[in-house]
């Protein structure tokens, strides 16, 4: 019944104030009693921390008389022991530089030895002249809320330790893909007597395991061989091909280093291999490289199998494709033909050798083109007649301009003879 | 500036004592001119517990206060468990701070553990400090055959637990959720301490560090002038205690203040106070 | 992204299948999965219609592979119908152009 501001029948009236009687009775409080019997524990402290003054819900708690704590107790003699700690490392200082202190979790020890979790909140209560007078403190029974916190601790604690075991076990991961994918390329290309190499490569895959792949190493005492290829398919499958293809195209080198033999040869190995429900292909340029001491220059013999055909950069200015028609993708006959090349290299010439990645990255608004063969040529002439380096380095920029257009693995590879010749022939 | 070199041009060595500085906290105060007084804080809180001391010092000391790595604003990224694992690792500190300052004997000022700490300090880089004010120290908090520290085992495993419970860390991130009151994230960061606050998971391993130590040993090798200062009443630092430290040092001198808890230099500064300064006049 | 849409259809020579959109890394798996569940009789011939096709990568044309493989083995014959340039393309560079036969059109393919 609420009091408006208008005067009110004199009948209401007397009835207005036997229920305002009632209401009072009912709630019955007194500030004392309040005090005493409050759903909370009520405890006043000397600065010191000598106990002046306690509620009886506090007492029941405790399970103690109040002649025996009142001015022989002290705040920390309620605590467990590692709650004295607490409060004296932490506790008293705070309170002694905020002059309140609230929510601190603490234990109290009841008579009987039992403990019983509580959250205790502290202020500082300072006299006229700011002195401090007097600590006021309350505890409420924090019995229930400390299970629940206990549960979401152990769950935090459970879903911290998932979380650093999913660490671990990634990081493990990825040092062992790291080992793969190093198994997969070479980790520096061979000197080459009058020669110099550079190369690039590039995975677009999150795991780093790529299928494009090339190396570089000696056939004997003067020719050495060279490949660059692209397995079709990404992530750790076409990681598989790539590693039976480097090793096998390694080894058919040294038995036989024709570009169409070795060729054969991996075409037989990849077709034997995954020529079941889940067929595997790869294209691949092989090829060799016979330097001349005394003319400096140096003869190419490549074969390719399905793979788009190299660049040469010439010394003039101009560059061409190396054309090779007809090389069939490695893995899928039996027997596939494979297309031969030759081409002699002299100074200032760079054969370049590049996968699909370069050429068929997504240009333009809109991402829609792609950069194109004719792109790739004319951004060689731009640069023809450079050593491999700087060429390496022009297509590198290249490729980061294609930002997120570039969404497939490339791998680059150029094989230069220096434009000016060493006048010596010791390496340096 | 000097011509030819660049404003922000600092000398090597200046820039690892800046790294120190930033790791620590250091804050330098009080008089340029006078002798150096290093307030080290203890196991629970940080610089600030000196806050009352500090005016009492500035007018005729420089003052040096400095967090360890894993307490106040320290750098926390520098902690490591192995280094803190022993009173030796936060010594290091000490070491470090006083390199960092290139102090020459120091006069270190120590609460509780951080007294301890002093000790190992002095004796890592005796050049370095040349004082010991030691404030309610204790070698050894749990009993042994002939010593009594005032605690057991299981009393160091209830203060992790009670460490747990007010899990800071814990409670910034949890207190949103239990109040229920995510939309008013002020209402939970009232639950997370200002001062004091570290990492919970740093705090269990200084607490083990200390509470765990035993340093009776190294007492007996302390050689410089040394003030022991301890309470009437402290729960975690009994007479008993201070007594021991003082007859282990020697030539040390025992004051024992009229003031309750473990913390003389905030419950009764002015006695504290005046005992430091006191000690600090007598030095030669 | 057109997603790739398939439909296949009976012609006198045997099953066309049509294939629109782009195949590619993300949807071959879909042309892999109905090819593995198209029955084909020995003699016939299976006609990929290309006319709509946006897109062809590398796991496409492992794809037309397949197909080959698929009818090679039930003794049937295969054929390409309308391939796109810039896939045929692609096609001259890795030699399959020698491999399947190639048609301008479905009509020219299944022999109507």
């Known amino acids: 019944m609420c009091r408006t501001g208008q005067q009110s029948d004199p009948h209401d009236a007397g ?40 509620n009886k819900t506090l007492l029941d708690w405790l399970g103690l008389e109040r002649e025996a704590v009142v001015g022989r107790m002290r705040f920390t003699d309620l605590l467990t022991m590692g709650g004295k700690l607490y409060h004296e490392t932490h506790f008293a200082p705070l309170l002694r530089m905020q002059g309140e202190l609230g929510g601190v979790a603490l234990e109290i020890r009841k008579a009987d030895g039992v403990r019983m979790p509580v959250l205790v909140s502290s202020v500082v209560k300072h006299g006229a002249t700011g002195e401090p007078l007097l600590i006021r403190t309350t505890f409420f029974d924090a019995r229930d809320r400390r299970a629940y916190e206990e549960e979401l601790l152990r ?37 080459i007597p009058g020669m110099e190499t550079a190369a690039h490569y590039r995975t677009a895959s999150p795991d780093r395991l790529g299928g494009d792949f090339y190396d570089v190493f000696p056939i004997d005492a003067t020719r050495f061989a060279f ?29 036989d280093p024709d570009p169409v033999s070795a060729l054969s040869t991996l075409n037989r190995a990849v077709h034997e291999r995954y020529s079941g429900g889940d067929p595997r292909y790869c294209t691949a340029i092989f090829g060799t490289l016979e330097p001349d001491p005394g003319t400096g220059q140096v003869t190419v013999r490549l074969a390719s199998g399905g793979h788009p055909p190299a660049l040469v950069l010439r010394a003039d200015g101009t560059a061409d494709f190396l054309p090779t028609p007809g090389g069939l993708l490695i893995g899928i006959l039996p027997n596939a033909p494979f297309a031969p090349a030759t081409t002699t290299l002299g100074p200032g010439d760079t054969l370049l050798l590049y996968t699909d990645g370069l050429t068929e990255a997504r240009t333009g608004e809109g991402r829609s083109a792609l950069y194109g063969d004719e792109a790739l040529r004319a951004f060689a002439t731009d640069h023809a007649g450079r050593p491999p380096s700087a060429v390496m380095e022009a297509l590198t920029g290249l490729l980061d301009g294609f930002g997120d257009g570039l969404d497939d693995d490339t791998a680059l590879l150029a094989l230069g003879v220096p434009a000016a010749r060493p006048t010596t022939g010791t390496p340096t | 500036m000097c011509p030819g070199v660049p404003e922000w041009w600092v000398e090597p060595e200046r820039l690892l004592g ?18 150096t007084v290093v307030l080290a804080h203890g196991f629970g809180c940080d610089q600030n517990m000196w806050r009352l001391t500090v005016p009492a010092l500035v007018e005729d000391y420089r003052v040096v206060l400095f967090d360890y790595v894993g307490s106040g604003r320290s750098d926390l990224s520098a902690f490591s468990e192995a280094r803190y694992a022993s009173l030796s690792g936060y010594a290091q500190d000490v070491v470090d701070v006083c390199e960092a300052l290139d102090l020459r004997g120091a006069v270190f000022v120590g609460h509780s553990v951080s007294s301890m700490i002093g000790v190992l300090a002095a004796g890592m880089a005796p050049e370095r400090i040349g004082a010991l004010v030691m404030v309610a120290p204790s070698p050894r908090y749990i009993d042994d055959e002939g010593y009594r520290g005032g605690f057991t085992a299981e009393d160091i495993d209830e203060l992790l637990d009670s460490l747990e419970s007010n899990y800071l860390g814990w409670s910034a991130a949890m207190a ?40 009776r040993e190294e007492l007996k090798a302390v050689s410089v002038p040394t003030l022991v200062l301890d309470c009437t009443q402290d729960a975690i630092a009994p007479r ?15 004051l024992t203040l009229d003031a309750t808890g473990h913390c003389p230099h905030m419950s009764a500064p002015e006695a504290t106070n005046d005992a430091i300064t006191g000690f600090l006049a007598g030095l030669r | ?48 219609d290309l006319a709509r096709m946006e897109f062809c ?56």
């Open chain 2, 240 to 254: 008993e205690v201070g007594a021991f430290v003082h007859q282990s040092i020697p030539g040390s001198t025992l």
């Open chain 1, 155 to 191: 769950a935090r604690k459970a879903a911290e330790e998932a979380h650093r075991q999913a660490e671990a076990d990634r990081a493990r991961l990825q040092d062992a893909l790291a080992v793969l994918q190093s198994s997969l390329l070479p980790d520096i290309l061979p000197r």
């Open chain 2, 18 to 35: 800046m790294e120190i500085e930033r790791r620590n906290n250091v804050t330098v105060t009080g008089n340029p001119h006078g002798r």
């Open chain 3, 1 to 48: 992204m057109s997603p790739l849409n398939l439909a296949v259809r009976d012609a006198p020579t045997g099953p066309v299948v049509e294939v629109k959109g782009e195949l590619d890394y993300d949807t071959s798996a879909d042309l892999r999965d109905l090819l593995a569940a198209l029955p084909l009789k020995p003699g016939q011939r299976l006609v990929l």
């Open chain 3, 57 to 112: 990568d590398s796991s496409g044309i492992s794809t037309l592979i397949v197909a080959r493989n698929h009818a090679q083995s039930a003794g049937a014959d295969v054929a390409l119908a309308a391939v796109p340039a810039s896939t045929l393309r692609v096609l001259r560079v890795v030699g399959l152009d020698q491999i399947f036969p190639l048609h301008p059109d479905a009509e020219s393919a299944t022999g109507t």
């Open chain 2, 176 to 215: 949103p959720v239990i109040m229920g009151n995510a939309e008013r994230p002020e209402l939970g960061e009232e639950l997370t301490n200002s001062f004091c606050a570290t990492d919970p998971a740093m705090a269990r391993v200084f607490a083990r560090t200390t509470f765990l130590s035993d340093s």
């Open chain 1, 15 to 54: 009835g207005e104030k036997t229920s305002d009687a009632a209401f009072a009775a009912l709630l019955e409080d007194s500030t004392e009693e309040l005090y005493e019997c409050a759903p909370c524990g009520y405890l006043s402290t000397l600065m010191d921390g000598t106990i002046a003054k306690i």
């Open chain 1, 227 to 255: 490949f660059l290829g692209d397995v079709c398919g990404k992530g750790p499958q076409a990681a598989a091909v790539t590693s039976l293809t480097r090793y096998t195209l390694r080894a058919a080198a040294l038995h």
